[in-house]
């Protein structure tokens, strides 16, 4: 108890709708962000505790989210879903995340003076700084300015005429948007183009980039030039919608036209919680693969001649590029998915968006191992230089402590 007494960072509490591991996407990034902040900050987490906890399968998840969680949170609170709420004017997805019991017990770690500051993670969580708004220094990430786009939507809801139907829903969200600008006193965007983009919608005084980064350590490219496996890799967490119609536009679209002259080929879909739609993939053709939730994606990139990102939804800068750049895999990649990204088209990576066009940039990188060195070593120097994840974390512990001194100086 002294000991703790004694620490003087300043305590920082995260709020995230779902425990920050597995690692993929947003969860990897808090994560990392947390560990790399370690000496400068005490981090705590405020969470919900995954539904059937009861249950065999999830006991052991809990045990792996300790293990991993456990050397970066010196407190983590669980907080139980309970039932339904009723919570008027918030949009349908953001309502399932709005607990009386999340804000009461955020309510009590505040009072107990447990947080000099408040990060909210994902916009699902937006609603609860309502309550503590002006009470202590707030900061909000929205990961993911799709939620925003009528058209480019991450919400499988919001997909062809589904639109129409979803628009009431639609408008919840842009109110909600707006009042979160006021509630906060930063929001950190994920790219330049996001900070536009939502500066649109609030004070832009207020909105900072810290980029997605990557461990260049952790991926660091495989040795020898040559891919372990005739195979191409896809990372992603399915849940989130424009992850699996990547992977199911991909199957559908392009993978027949790749097949046709790489019959031998095989097509891994890595990544946590995969979908009915793209648990059914194997089934339909045995030279696809899909692992669901592994603990270490490095050894299906380093096995993986291509990485593929045939996105077509959704913003921000896809940290499953920058993995596998930085893992020494070329990349074939759409417009949408690389967009944001501080890397340069047929230099760094191959764009490409039609199917026929994605199909032929993946046969080409298949069929000439001189392009496949050339475009890896160049997309592993970029992310070097500019998406090292220290880089990032050093700008959200500056802001952090800008907002402190903020504080003390009122």
């Known amino acids: 108890m002294t000991e703790a007494r004694q620490d003087s960072r300043p305590k920082v509490l995260m709020i995230s709708p779902w425990a920050p591991y597995p690692w993929d996407g947003g969860s990897k990034r808090i994560h990392t ?35 991993h969680l456990r050397p970066v949170f010196g407190g983590i609170h669980w907080v ?21 019991s999340m804000r009461l017990r955020l309510a009590d770690t505040l009072a107990r003076g447990e947080a000099d500051l408040v990060h909210v993670e994902y916009e699902l969580m937006a609603p609860y700084a309502r309550h503590i708004k002006g009470a202590i220094p707030l900061v909000w990430t929205q990961h993911d300015m799709g939620s925003l786009s009528i058209f480019n939507s991450y919400f499988r809801e919001m997909s062809g005429f589904g639109r129409l139907r979803r628009l009431p829903d639609w408008f919840k969200r842009a109110a909600l948007v707006r009042k979160a600008g006021s509630w906060f006193d930063r929001v950190v965007a994920m790219t330049a183009e996001d900070q536009r983009r939502l500066s649109l919608w609030m004070d832009e005084r207020k909105v900072r980039t810290i980029s997605t980064g990557v461990d260049v350590e952790h991926f660091s490219p495989r040795a020898g030039a040559e891919a372990a496996e005739d195979s191409l890799v896809f990372l992603g967490h399915y849940p989130h919608y424009p992850n699996e119609d990547a992977v199911l536009h991909f199957h559908r679209d392009i993978w027949p036209i790749i097949r046709a002259r790489r019959p031998g080929l095989r097509f891994y879909a890595v990544g946590s919680s995969p979908t009915p739609a793209v648990r059914r993939l194997p089934h339909e053709d045995s030279r696809i693969t899909v692992t669901g939730t592994v603990e270490d994606v490095r050894p299906y990139l380093q096995k993986a001649a291509v990485f593929v990102a045939p996105m077509r939804l959704g913003f921000g800068i896809k940290g499953k590029i920058l993995e596998a750049a930085a893992a020494g895999v070329p990349v074939v990649a759409t417009s949408r998915a690389a967009e944001g990204l501080a890397l340069r088209a047929g230099h760094d990576f191959l764009k490409a968006d039609g199917a026929r066009e994605f199909a032929q940039a993946v046969l080409r990188l298949l069929e000439d191992s001189g392009l496949r060195r050339e475009i890896s070593l160049r997309a592993r120097a970029a992310v070097e230089k500019r998406y090292d994840w220290k880089a990032q974390a050093c700008l959200l512990g500056d802001l952090y402590e800008e907002l402190l001194k903020e504080r003390a100086g009122r």
């Open 33 to 67: 962000l947390c560990r790399m902040l370690g000496e400068r900050f005490q981090f705590s987490l405020l969470t919900f505790a995954a539904e059937n906890s009861g249950s065999h399968a999830a006991a052991a998840d809990l045990a792996a989210e300790h293990r």
């Open 80 to 100: 139980g879903k309970g039932p339904e709420p009723s919570a008027r004017g918030l949009p349908e997805d953001v309502s399932r995340f709005y607990r009386e």
